[in-house]
């Protein structure tokens, strides 16, 4: 099977992922993520970003294709 090329974002990344794909530091993301203000659930002492809403709440335009 091949891979499609139209991947969407998972809705929920790790922190390394969301970084990546947000472009904002792991280190802004876990501490948004504890004091509330970045929306997230968690997992365990896991912390998993809910990156589409993030990207709306920061005011994106669109979200980013692939990364």
């Known amino acids: 099977m091949q891979a499609t090329a139209n991947k969407q974002i998972v ?3 790790k ?24 929306p997230h659930t968690k997992s365990g002492q896991t912390f998993f970003v809910n990156v589409p809403a993030l990207l709306r709440q920061l005011g994106a335009e669109s979200e980013p294709e692939n990364v």
């Open 15 to 38: 922190i390394a992922e969301a970084s990546k794909t947000t472009g904002l530091s792991q280190y802004y993301l876990r501490r948004g993520c504890r004091d509330g203000s970045i």
């Open 11 to 13: 809705p929920f990344q």
